[in-house]
């Protein structure tokens, strides 16, 4: 079983930057997949990047490539999400989630563990 805690989120202008941390424990974090996902209102949860084990291998969604930057320490359980050159539309609830394969699609569907999640807010 592997627990999740996300932190860093709030208000943020158009342009500016924030940084998420993911704490991880429960389990040997070298074994699990993570990935960051964004909920907006009224649309469904989305993943915008997710790291291996390892962290010799990442994804990002198309529409945060260049601008946002996943990141790993697995001696001290934590991932990371830097967001840079945010956007209004970006302004979403920011969940992490865990995984023991880095392989197996990006849906929400398919991820097994979750935290409660932070909220980002971006002003025009």
């Known amino acids: 079983q592997v627990q999740l805690i996300e932190s860093g989120g709030g208000s943020v202008q158009a342009g500016g930057s924030l940084r998420l941390t993911c704490a991880v424990s429960g389990d040997t974090l070298l074994t699990y997949a993570v990935a960051w996902f964004r909920h907006a209102p009224g649309l469904e949860r989305v993943c915008v990047a997710a790291i291996s084990g390892k962290g010799d291998m990442q994804y990002y969604a198309d529409s945060v490539e260049g601008r946002f930057t996943i990141s790993r320490d697995n001696s001290s359980n934590m991932v990371y999400l830097q967001m840079d050159s945010l956007k209004s539309e970006e302004t979403a609830a920011y969940f992490c989630?865990?995984?023991?394969?880095?392989?197996?699609?990006?849906?929400?569907?398919?991820?097994?563990?979750w935290g409660q999640g932070t909220h980002v807010t971006v002003s025009p």
């Open positions: 989630a865990s995984r023991r394969s880095y392989n197996g699609g990006w849906s929400w569907r398919d991820w097994d563990y």
